[in-house]
């Protein structure tokens, strides 16, 4: 199948990657003549672990290609699928469709033969009719049917996502569109059988939100599990073991921590709750996650302030972890952002170290000390802060970062680390959800 991927951000580029390792050919546009440019060189506008391998491969055998031009790229396409932004909009948090509309009105003004355009950004329900609203005004005669085919991949693990997903959502009612779809994907089964739900294109719209809304809040739930542990003296980390075993609530994403963050949970809340307002169908549960997520992040800076005996200022924190989840450099909304905000706001200098978040961190920080290493972060500094659970970070060598700081203050804000571990090597512990200490 010869496939278009307009967008090569991180769904665009990963989906490109990977229907092109499955044998398709596979042509990724975007606008960003430097970001082409930068491809075509295999340096990657993102940090996904293996991506890089997988892009040089398929394009030294011929399968992936990059350009700006939209027409060559669509031309002859069997199915175009835009993989194009849709950041939260300003004032009422609704997805920005300006980008979707425009690659659409774009796509059915090159399109040389009847495709499938299928949406892979995530977007309100209701949005493929507007797509095929547009292709219908501008294309009359093309032959173009719409589908939802929403994303579910994890950064850090987008690729093992794509190809061996959990399942693949098709939203379409035309039988053209299933049978091309039914080719892009049968590659899969080869690997295993990974179902394949065709629904409605609304259904498929509406799945993505509500799986990544539900996620969100079993993160929060948990969250508030925590911070009740925290004053009845119970530990969270058994408390979601406890819970998790039950099949029907299962261990994932039961993990107390600073909050969530990143580009999916954030933007898709948001988006999801102006659908049901504009709906009239208020979606309470989603609202008061929404809200206690975002007053947890800067509780977390609140929790490192007190921990360092209530008064920060002039002192320095260390800073472990900045991106909002491992193995990526994406600082959208990351907890960091809150964290040293509320640390910096109460007096405190900051230094940080992240694996690979720094550049990106760098645009959106002021006034922080970016560091080489942990050692750095901790050298000097009051207090030491794992803010993100990097592998880097899980056997440091605690009697080295004890005798770097000024004070032997640890906050552990992802419980990577047993309590007696530390207390052992002569820290002062502080974690998330757990027994007091005192």
């Not at 093309?142 to 850090?156: C, D, H, I």
């Not at 629904?199 to 509406?206: A, F, V």
């Not at 972060?377 to 802060?385: K, P, T």
Request: with cysteine; net charge negative.
């Amino acid at each position: 199948m010869r496939i278009a991927m307009i967008g090569t951000g991180y769904v665009g580029l990963v989906s490109g990657a990977c229907f092109s390792d499955f044998g398709h050919e596979v042509v990724c546009v975007d606008k960003d003549a430097r970001k082409i440019e930068l491809l075509h060189q295999n340096v990657m506008p993102i940090y996904e672990p293996g991506l890089d391998a997988l892009v040089a491969s398929n394009v030294k055998a011929g399968r992936l290609s990059f350009t700006t031009d939209l027409a060559e790229g669509v031309k002859d396409a069997d199915a175009v699928f835009i993989a194009v932004g849709t950041p939260s909009r300003r004032g009422d948090g609704h997805a920005d469709l300006s980008y979707v509309f425009a690659a659409a009105r774009e796509i059915a003004e090159n399109l040389t033969k009847p495709s499938v355009i299928v949406t892979k950004s995530t977007v309100p329900v209701g949005t493929g009719d507007e797509v095929e609203r547009i292709i219908a005004e501008v294309a009359p005669n093309s032959g173009a049917k719409v589908v939802s085919n929403p994303e579910f991949l994890r950064e850090g693990a987008a690729i093992e996502d794509f190809k061996r997903p959990d399942r693949v959502v098709v939203g379409t009612d035309d039988e053209f569109a299933r049978q091309v779809m039914r080719e892009i994907y049968r590659p899969l089964s080869l690997n295993q059988s990974a179902p394949v739900l065709f629904t409605g294109r609304r259904t498929s719209e509406l799945i993505k939100y509500a799986a990544n809304a539900f996620l969100a809040v079993k993160i929060t739930f948990i969250n508030e599990i925590a911070d009740l542990c925290e004053q009845v003296g119970a530990d969270v980390q058994e408390v979601s073991r406890g819970i998790g075993m039950d099949n029907r609530i299962g261990g994932k994403f039961l993990h107390a921590g600073p909050g969530y963050g990143g580009s999916c949970f954030p933007k898709d809340t948001l988006a999801l709750m102006k659908t049901a307002a504009d709906n009239e169908t208020p979606l309470r549960i989603v609202e008061a996650t929404v809200q206690v997520n975002d007053a947890r992040k800067r509780a977390m800076g609140r929790k490192v302030i007190k921990a360092m005996g209530g008064d920060v200022r002039g002192k320095t924190v260390g800073i472990l972890g900045l991106t909002f989840k491992p193995n990526t450099d994406d600082m959208r909304d990351a907890p960091s952002l809150s964290i040293i905000a509320a640390l910096q706001d109460a007096g405190a200098t900051v230094k940080a170290y992240d694996p690979e978040g720094v550049e990106q961190a760098a645009k959106m920080l002021t006034d922080v000390e970016f560091v080489a290493n942990p050692y750095a972060a901790a050298e000097g500094s009051d207090a030491l802060v794992i803010v993100t659970e990097w592998d880097a970070f899980r056997a440091l060598d605690l009697t080295r970062i004890k005798n770097s700081l000024n004070s032997p203050v640890l906050v552990d804000l992802r419980n990577i680390y047993p309590p007696a571990e530390l207390e052992r090597a002569g820290l002062q512990y502080t974690g998330v959800g757990k027994p007091s200490h005192d």
